[in-house]
């Protein structure tokens, strides 16, 4: 069990234990209460496989406009999350609000309808069907949307590769590329809350590394992110805040800097 580390403005670099007191105006979930209300506000999440609970009442906030990533191992729960957010895992217990609404018993079509979209870990993608009827499955909950079409040029001057090969299944592309295209989709969508569920899984380190440049494009755009990744130092290095999960539990938190810079966050999940 690592330390729970907590942002603070002059010090980049402190931790404390987890179940130390928390700082005067600090919420359960590490956030700044001064900052008003998230537009997520999970509480008290549990939820798990059979009699094996996998979520052990977890607290996360994402404040509008953030960028905030949770990393951790493999089989900490992570997936579990996002798939309690959209509505694919149901909860035992806890809740979760958007934008002052309590989700516990919308669907996850209902979610997406209310702007949570989710990028699916290993793509997804349609891979029978052309690029372009990828994108545009996007926006089948914008059907009625006349701004489609100028949003599906927007999409290909953000991923011009996907507008080269936009007649191809898009079973044809490479990793990578089926990426970009997975994420074009979701933003085709016009998400309020972006979920990204290991974007660099499988890939080269050079697609990452483009693949993380594009979400910090988003990030400048003010589109409010969640990304789950194994890449913890990729992740925290582009958000503004961050949690760490270690086997159902959130064992630390704190501004992206601050954990990537906190010596038991590096030797657990950093190389060192």
Excluded: C
């Amino acid at each position: 069990m690592i330390t729970t580390v907590t942002a603070d403005p002059q010090t980049q670099q402190r931790a404390r234990p987890a179940d130390a007191p928390r700082p005067a105006g600090e919420r359960a979930d590490g956030t700044d209460a001064a900052r008003g209300t998230p537009l997520l506000d999970l509480k008290g999440i549990r939820t798990g496989y059979g009699r094996i609970e996998a979520l052990h009442g977890l607290d996360v906030a994402i404040h509008p406009g953030e960028t905030v990533a949770l990393v951790g191992a493999n089989g900490a729960g992570k997936s579990t999350l996002l798939k309690v957010i959209s509505g694919l895992q149901p909860l035992t217990g806890g809740t979760v609000t958007f934008d002052g609404e309590n989700l516990n018993r919308r669907k996850a079509a209902d979610r997406v309808h209310r702007g949570i979209v989710q990028v699916p870990e290993g793509r997804q993608v349609f891979a029978g069907l052309s690029v372009e009827d990828n994108l545009m499955l996007g926006a089948f909950s914008r059907r009625r949307d006349k701004g489609v079409a100028d949003d599906l040029e927007a999409m290909y001057r953000r991923f011009p590769i996907l507008k080269e090969k936009r007649r191809l299944h898009a079973g044809n592309l490479s990793g990578g590329q089926q990426q970009m295209l997975a994420m074009g989709r979701a933003l085709m969508a016009k998400p309020r809350l972006l979920l990204l569920d290991e974007p660099s899984m499988g890939l080269a380190p050079l697609i990452i590394e483009e693949i993380f440049g594009i979400i910090t494009e988003l990030k400048r755009e003010g589109i409010t992110i969640f990304v789950v990744e194994q890449n913890a130092s990729e992740a925290l290095a582009i958000a503004d805040r961050g949690y760490v999960l270690e086997t159902g539990d959130i064992v630390a938190t704190g501004s992206g800097q601050t954990l990537l810079n906190d010596d038991s966050v590096k030797a657990a999940y950093l190389g060192g």
